[in-house]
């Protein structure tokens, strides 16, 4: 199974912050990455697909980028609705596997 | 709009069986693939089972290998998950959600599965 490795795993920002995540692959996984959002007790939201496509509706302060084995998951002006954990997941290959998770903080 | 609501989750000995159903509307159902991924307390996801919109194809995380079978009714327009010999480590909240070439997206509210003697 590709393993998929989150940095950091938590870290606190404040709202207007540039931030940005780090998701790195086992193994080459092309551009099939994305990334979600979850809330406390709520269920995950897609936010990007193919390792940088914006899912509709999601705002535009989210990007996506990279390719092969190294990508990042960047909010150019963290919202205070944008404090969440986040994942990255790979679909290159069975068994679909997610990183750990980045919680994003209140400073 | 899509809607996926998930039940059938609740308390079960070690051992024991349990199914879940996932109700859904808002598309057509029988041309979409369908996930089940789960959260154990405190944790992060995990991908459980994957069904083809056909039901031809069906895959499964080697954790539920053997234990768990996904399953879908067209007509009622129901996913399901048969999960049996549970253990205690399957104790978490199961999401169904709509495939979307291998991403899920949207996720259902999710119901919770207590796996406990």
């Known amino acids: 199974a590709i393993r998929m490795t989150q940095s950091p795993s938590s870290f606190s920002a404040s709202t207007g912050d540039r931030v940005t995540i780090t998701c790195r692959a086992s193994q080459g996984i092309s551009s099939f990455l994305a990334w979600y959002q979850q809330k406390p007790g709520k269920a995950p939201k897609l936010l990007i697909y193919a390792a940088s496509t914006l899912q509709s509706g999601v705002p535009s302060r989210f990007s996506g980028s990279g390719s092969g084995t190294d990508f990042t998951l960047t909010i150019s002006c963290l919202q205070s609705e944008d404090f969440a954990t986040y994942y990255c997941q790979q679909y290159y290959s069975y068994p679909l596997t997610f990183g750990g998770g980045t919680k994003v903080e209140i400073k | 709009q899509v809607q996926l609501v998930e039940s059938g989750g609740g308390v079960v000995q070690p051992g024991g069986s349990l199914r879940l159903s996932c109700a859904a509307s808002?598309?057509?159902?029988?041309?979409?693939?369908m996930h089940w991924v789960r959260q154990a307390p405190g944790k992060g996801l995990e991908w459980v089972a994957f069904i083809r919109y056909d039901g031809s194809n069906k895959y499964y995380a080697d954790s539920v290998k053997g234990r768990f079978t996904t399953s879908r009714d067209n007509s009622k327009n129901t996913l399901y998950l048969q999960m049996n010999s549970l253990r205690a480590e399957d104790t978490a909240v199961y999401y169904c959600a709509k495939d979307g070439r291998e991403t899920f997206d949207p996720w259902g509210q999710g119901t919770l599965v207590t796996v406990s003697s």
């Open positions: 808002g598309f057509t159902f029988s041309s979409y693939g």
